[in-house]
């Protein structure tokens, strides 16, 4: 006779909006494998979580999950990046391949190279940790370069942004992903210019596609690659990020793939006009 669960798989394409009966259940988020998700899911108590590890990246920040949880006696999971959408989670669940798991994951048996649906169903036998993690910690600032005509905001998180920071550069450590393919998420302000990780760039693009969602609003907007900056750490895409694709929008400020994220505010911040595209 099976054993009966009062627990399940929850899907969530972003681990910050995780529904009430995520707790105790395995979740397939969306979010990036960095420790910013690992922490929302250990504070949600979870009872395992995948997540995607967004190229791996600098430092392989794109995994830091799998300590982080491990510390906190939760078992997790990250997806190839290649194999499914950033911030889609049924696309996750549906072509998702494990790339990396801790050893509480392995423990239950799951392991990389089985499919997300294959992993999520053996990680339904990992134990509740029952710990509570420190609250979950983002940080944002404003700086500014000689002469500006705009100020910068730096962000861990895309979630931080605020209605305030109309008109700026906004340079995020998120994914340049659209959450569930909806263009009402690529940008929560009319920014003047925004850049992002691309996690890898992943199966269709995805990991570019906020972009063509800017042109659309006038913004421009630009990737770092996931392996010159570490994905959750705003200062990281400021100070370390090389661009890997900009939009026309972008294009017409006289950005370029190659371009320091840098130099690409410096030509932001400096600019005079909006582009009329």
Known sequence: MAMERPYGIVLADTITKLPAEAAEAVVVSGSHGGVFPAACAVQAGVRAVILHDAGIGRDEAGV????????????????????????DAADMLQRGVISRVNPLALTVGARPGMTVEEAAEALLLAPVSGLSGDAPNETREEVSVPD??????????????????????????????????????????????ALFNDAGG????????RLSALDERRIAGATVSAGSARIGNGRSTYEDGILSAVNDVAKFHGLRVGMSALEACEILALTEIRSPL
Do not use: Y
């Open 64 to 87: 830091g999950c799998l300590d982080h949880c491990m510390l906190h006696g939760v078992a997790a999971a990250t997806v190839d990046t290649m194999s499914c959408r950033i911030g």
């Open 202 to 209: 992943g199966p269709e693009g995805w990991g570019f596609s």
């Open 148 to 193: 500006g005509r705009r100020g910068i905001v730096i962000m861990d998180s895309a979630s931080l942004v605020q209605d305030s920071d109309d008109g700026k550069i906004v340079v995020t450590a998120s994914h340049g992903a659209l959450i569930g393919g909806n263009k009402a998420n690529a940008l929560r302000c009319d920014a003047f210019a």
